[in-house]
């Protein structure tokens, strides 16, 4: 080789090398400005599937509604959904596992009042062929606090979700389906409440949980016939909701989890209208329940011991210590040191052997054969 070539080459080296590093320092620059701008665009929502639509079912993915699944199964005791199709909109991802938790709006046609109604399914319902055809058990899960315009449950942070796939998993839960509906019609300013009750004169919200909410489920999801697959579960003015609901309707529903709950409605609402007051209040239900000789229900009660649950110890130990009998069925889980807050309930619906106790009580999914 000439020197002559070989100084060609030497350049043709060096202009490969060059355009090697500038290669390189262009890939580095890309890849840090992306780790930059990636948790700004993810913040934004920018690579969110939030607002989209979704199925819950198993025969129509991708794309389509919720229920609709054709599946059958040996068991008598499923309900297909019956429609129509709600429009549910993705609105959060649990990140344990992926599962979609979903929103519509409903226009209740029992009560008259539309809201909002949150829900979600277990990866059972949604990715197992085993329980394609199975009906799953609901928890209709309500908020304390002002209970509009959303409901806390449908939040990751609380982590309700992902506990339930968790429990199930370790054999402490069935697999649960969750409605998170509203629960009240209007912010509750200065204390404004409606106990989750039909008060005269104000929106039907004892008919909105009780009987549109469970509407809604049964149009779109395999859900179980009977009230051995349906139950409530909420904390403060959500747990006196629930816990009201599940006496004076014990036809439909059997069990509760009642966190930190009120024990008699109190909302300023009932003003003028004892009679009807008196028609939700769990103390009276439970000892018409009682005199009936049934059916039996089971009220699973927590409460901690520090803050407004101190004062709220003492009237839920009352009531476990005067209506268990006959029918009525009760567990009390204190928490030492639990707060009024979904950081103390969610965590001791296990290791306090509520979501055990409702869960050996209740009917879960036959798998197919």
């Known amino acids: 080789m000439t020197h002559s070539s070989q100084g060609a080459y030497r350049s043709h080296g060096h202009q490969r090398a060059a355009r090697a590093k500038r290669w390189i320092l262009a890939v580095v620059c890309i890849a840090v400005?992306?780790?930059?701008?990636?948790?700004?665009?993810?913040?934004?929502?920018?690579?969110?599937?939030?607002?989209?639509?979704?199925?819950?079912?198993?025969?129509?993915?991708?794309?389509?509604?919720a229920g609709g699944n054709s599946g059958r199964s040996g068991d008598a005791q499923v309900s297909l959904p019956t429609g129509p199709k709600a429009d549910f909109k993705i609105s959060g991802t649990v990140p344990e596992d992926g599962t979609k938790i979903a929103v519509t709006t409903l226009a209740g046609r029992k009560s008259g009042f539309t809201g909002k109604v949150w829900v979600w399914a277990p990866k059972?319902?949604?990715?197992?062929?085993?329980?394609?055809?199975?009906?799953?058990?609901?928890?209709?899960?309500?908020?304390?606090?002002?209970?509009?315009?959303?409901?806390?449950?449908?939040?990751?942070?609380?982590?309700?979700e992902a506990s339930i796939s968790r429990w199930f998993h370790e054999g402490r839960s069935l697999p649960f389906i969750l409605a998170m509906p509203?629960?009240?019609?209007?912010?509750?300013?200065?204390?404004?409440?409606?106990?989750?009750?039909?008060?005269?004169?104000?929106?039907?919200?004892?008919?909105?949980?009780?009987?549109?909410?469970?509407?809604?489920?049964?149009?779109?999801?395999?859900?179980?016939?009977?009230?051995?697959?349906?139950?409530?579960?909420?904390?403060?003015?959500?747990?006196?909701?629930?816990?009201?609901?599940?006496?004076?309707?014990?036809?439909?529903?059997?069990?509760v989890i009642a966190s930190g709950p009120d024990i008699v409605p109190d909302s300023r609402l009932w003003n003028g209208h004892e009679t009807e007051q008196a028609a939700n209040n769990p103390k009276v239900l439970a000892q018409r329940l009682i005199a009936a000789r049934g059916p039996d229900v089971y009220l699973a009660f927590q409460v901690g011991t520090v803050g407004s649950d101190a004062q709220a110890k003492g009237p839920i130990e009352d009531f476990v210590?005067?209506?268990?009998?006959?029918?009525?069925?009760?567990?009390?889980?204190?928490?030492q040191g639990g707060r009024h807050d979904a950081a103390s309930y969610v965590p001791n619906m296990a290791t306090g052997g509520l979501i055990q106790w409702i869960s050996e009580h209740m009917r879960g999914p036959v798998p197919g054969s």
């Open 124 to 160: 059972e319902y949604t990715d197992d062929p085993k329980y394609a055809g199975s009906g799953f058990p609901v928890m209709i899960a309500l908020p304390g606090g002002p209970g509009y315009p959303s409901n806390y449950w449908m939040g990751t942070n609380l982590k309700l």
């Open 33 to 65: 400005l992306g780790g930059l701008a990636w948790p700004l665009l993810d913040r934004f929502e920018v690579f969110s599937d939030q607002g989209d639509p979704i199925s819950f079912d198993q025969e129509n993915k991708p794309g389509g509604q």
């Open 321 to 335: 210590a005067r209506y268990t009998r006959g029918p009525v069925k009760t567990r009390l889980s204190v928490i």
């Open 182 to 255: 509203v629960l009240n019609p209007h912010p509750d300013i200065g204390g404004l409440y409606w106990d989750g009750s039909d008060i005269p004169g104000q929106p039907r919200m004892g008919t909105w949980l009780t009987e549109d909410v469970p509407d809604l489920i049964r149009a779109n999801f395999r859900t179980i016939k009977s009230r051995d697959g349906w139950c409530f579960m909420g904390s403060s003015t959500g747990g006196f909701a629930g816990l009201k609901s599940v006496l004076q309707k014990p036809d439909t529903f059997k069990a």
